[in-house]
């Protein structure tokens, strides 16, 4: 496939992988933002690659992850209305609540749909007047569009019947959050290639100066990572700390203005609980007034309850880079991807699932 | 779940800004996708599809450019 393929050559990937061992001179540890990307560097075995100075440690990218176990339970309190269809992404219905999961309340009955974009929910809508439609509308910038447009299409259209339980989360601040912890270990970062897709850059340079950290805006193939990375390393070794776009062909500065200006109308920027973290200001995004009446938890009248993570989970810790899977007691023993007991062993993005799947399948 | 896929737009309909849509190619496959966000997108273009939205026209000078690059690290 073009645009694919061409960043998947073996031989290019040991000559970067070269390049980056010979201007590397001491120790330094780069965060990868974007679960897409650790999923990436597990399954092509990056980190094998790459001098034994230059640790990788996964970012709290996944938006699937990062979902609170409040939200999942109200997401399984409206599912299991009988006047309800409940419309999600494919990743999001597996992921346990504090009691049962999506898939689980289908077996038992709840007319749960998984849909590949948020467009369909609206087309159900349509067609089933007489069903309240709810949308999941889970995700970070990159999906951010998808989920306005779905949520605009309702308004034009009219359709009383369709509601979105919105939880979407905003990169820039979990950048700062993990910059601003007194142990991170984060020097440098590889920022999530598609959420600048849609926002742009500019959100990043301040972060840069503020925390004299290196952020290199980075695609999702082999290449573009390990050339992302060697121009992290880069400038690392130069002691330089500013924004670079290794990606392109898909990012420019300004970002996708169009997709702004709708993302603008539709949300507003709100304080959010992060699923493994805690509370992160100004981090994520809720319905505007103009879009308010298409909010499932003021629709439902869903009030926030008090849950809480299993003790044995260190998905946090994981989520802002202090810890890697195997350091959980739990890995691969209690916690499995079909019994996953925190966060990040949900969604296949999700660094201790990625670990699982591919690090077992190396070591088998 | 961010992961966006590459694909050519093969055909487009619609002409007001936010109804715009489109078939669009990813090897073997053919899917219908929202061309809002990518008003300056002909066919024949590459688009990047995530949730079956067009977020953005690949650009082709900047993808020759990177493997260009690429082709010279020794
Ligand atoms: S292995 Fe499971 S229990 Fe341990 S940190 Fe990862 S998700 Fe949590």
């Known amino acids: 496939m073009k645009h694919v393929d061409e960043y998947r050559d073996p031989h290019a990937a040991q000559k970067l992988a070269q390049a980056i061992r010979k201007v590397v001179t001491q120790r330094w540890t780069i965060m990868e933002v974007c679960g897409g990307q650790t999923h990436a560097i597990v399954r092509f075995g990056i980190q094998d690659l790459l001098p034994d100075s230059v640790e990788l440690v996964h970012g709290p990218g996944c938006p699937v992850c990062v979902t609170p176990l409040e939200m999942i339970d109200k997401a399984l309190e409206i599912a299991t209305r009988d006047d309800v269809i409940f419309c999600s992404f494919g990743d999001m219905v597996r992921v346990p609540g504090s009691r049962a999961d999506l898939l689980g309340a289908r077996a038992r009955g709840a007319d749960v749909r998984i849909v590949y974009t948020p467009l369909d929910a609206v087309r159900i809508a349509a067609d089933n007047r007489d069903k309240q439609v709810v949308f999941f509308a889970v995700g970070f910038e990159t999906t951010g569009p998808a989920n306005a447009m779905a949520v605009h299409m309702a308004k034009t259209q009219g359709l009383r019947n369709f509601s979105a339980l919105v939880s979407q989360a905003l990169v820039p601040p979990a950048i700062e959050a ?175 699932a990625a670990y699982y799947r591919y690090r077992r399948k190396r070591a088998a | 779940m961010c992961l966006a896929t590459p694909g050519q737009i093969i055909s487009i309909e619609g002409d007001d800004a936010l109804s715009r849509r489109g078939q669009v190619r990813f090897g073997e496959a053919v899917r219908d996708a929202c061309l809002a966000f990518v008003p300056e997108a002909k066919e024949g273009n590459y688009v990047l599809v995530h949730a079956g939205v067009a977020i953005a026209v690949l650009r082709e000078d900047a993808a020759a450019r990177a493997l260009d690059l690429l082709g010279q690290i020794e």
């Open chain 1, 178 to 352: 993990i910059m601003s912890a007194p142990d991170t270990r984060v020097q440098g970062f590889l920022a999530a290639g598609h959420v600048c897709t849609v926002m742009g850059t500019h959100a990043y340079a301040p972060l840069a100066a503020k925390y004299g950290v290196p952020i290199v805006v980075t695609g999702f193939e082999p290449l573009d990572i390990l050339q992302g990375l060697y121009r992290c390393v880069l400038q690392l070794e130069q002691r330089r700390a500013q924004v670079e776009n290794q990606y392109e062909r898909a990012v420019c500065e300004a970002g996708n203005t169009a997709a702004q200006a709708l993302l603008e109308r539709v949300f507003r920027v709100v304080t959010r609980k992060w699923r493994g973290i805690g509370e992160i200001g100004e981090s994520g995004w809720a319905l505007t007034p103009e879009y308010e009446a298409f909010d499932a938890e003021k629709r439902f009248g869903l009030a926030d309850a008090e849950v809480s993570e299993p003790e044995i989970c260190i998905s946090g810790l994981v989520l802002q880079g202090l810890k890697k899977p195997a350091d959980c007691p739990a890995f691969g023993k209690q916690c499995a991807p079909d019994h996953p007991l925190g966060a990040t062993m949900v969604s296949g993005e999700g660094a201790c």
